[in-house]
């Protein structure tokens, strides 16, 4: 399979959320305040973009609490690992080409 271009992960901030979810792939799910720091995205613009990408079956969002604090945190599935890999094999693959054939 070709890689190719995924218009719901090229978006700047979602394409910052796969990342930050994808260096964490192994490690616990992502705090929605930690997801907030690395994006330097507002709650409302975060939580709309996650939202976005659960619904695409990229991400699982998990909510507990901590005492009486709720936690909100979010986690990659298989089939957003996967969409991500694709994603960032071909903006290598573009950014390879840059030159070629000129």
Known sequence: MAA???DLIHQPLRLKIMAALYA???ADPVEFSRLK???QATDGNLGSHLATLE???YLEILKDHVGKKPRTRAA???AGRKAFRSHVDYLREVVEGVGEGT
């Open 24 to 26: 964490e792939r192994d």
């Open 55 to 57: 619904k695409a079956a």
């Open 76 to 78: 990659l599935t298989p």
């Open 37 to 39: 720091a690395v994006t």
């Open 4 to 6: 190719q271009l995924d």
